[in-house]
């Protein structure tokens, strides 16, 4: 059986229905979101080692010119 993947704007530009079968396929925020956006959302506790060490990957990832969050501290 063959699955036509379909977008989820019709024609008109229009976003469609959502079906079941789109929701089978969606990921969990927990999946999706990165960690910074998920301890802002709330979603996590910045207090967690997990949280502290991919917040801090995420920031120095993203630092101009080598500058870290661990210069920083």
Do not use: Y
Not at 10 to 19: N, S
Not at 30 to 47: D, H, N, T
């Amino acid at each position: 059986m063959t699955i036509e993947k379909t977008g989820l704007v019709d024609e008109t530009g229009e976003v469609r229905e959502l079906t079941t079968l789109d929701l089978e396929h969606a990921r969990r925020a927990s999946e999706a979101f990165p960690v910074a956006l998920q301890v802002k959302l709330g979603m996590r506790k910045i207090g967690s080692a997990e949280s502290k060490e991919a917040a801090h990957a995420e920031h120095n990832a993203c630092a101009p010119s080598g500058k870290t969050l661990d210069d920083e501290a």
